[in-house]
């Protein structure tokens, strides 16, 4: 089984920065891509950026500019920087990480997820 922890969700004024932080942890391997989705209430989830293992990265173009995603392969974490945050990147996010087990198993896995709230 793999684990991934949330943290670093919170409440800050528009304009303001956040960093997410999350870490995978449990039977693995390796990971392919990592990323962060988002969702707010009554949308439904949606990508805000993913990495490769080779550190390739893919933005929304709503964040493009404002937030940037970096990982370390040998702590199997992935970081989100949000900077200039506006009222519309409120949502629930979520961590993602597709994983490679001991075994051979690839798998897709999910955090709990934590809440940003951009509100003055």
């Known amino acids: 089984q793999v684990q991934l922890v949330e943290s670093g969700g919170g409440v800050v004024q528009p304009g303001g920065s956040l960093r997410l932080a999350c870490a995978a942890s449990g039977s693995i391997l390796s990971i392919f891509d990592m990323g962060w989705y988002r969702q707010a209430p009554g949308l439904q989830r949606e990508l805000v950026a993913t990495?490769?293992?080779?550190?390739?990265?893919n933005y929304a173009d709503s964040v493009k500019g404002r937030f940037t995603i970096s990982r370390d392969n040998a702590k199997f974490t992935v970081d989100l920087q949000m900077n200039s945050l506006k009222p519309e990147d409120t949502a629930v996010y979520y961590c993602?990480?597709?994983?490679?087990?001991?075994?051979?198993?690839?798998?897709?896995?999910w955090g709990q997820g934590t809440q940003v709230t951009v509100s003055s």
């Open positions: 990495i490769t293992n080779g550190g390739s990265a």
């Open positions: 993602n990480a597709d994983t490679l087990s001991p075994w051979g198993r690839r798998r897709d896995y």
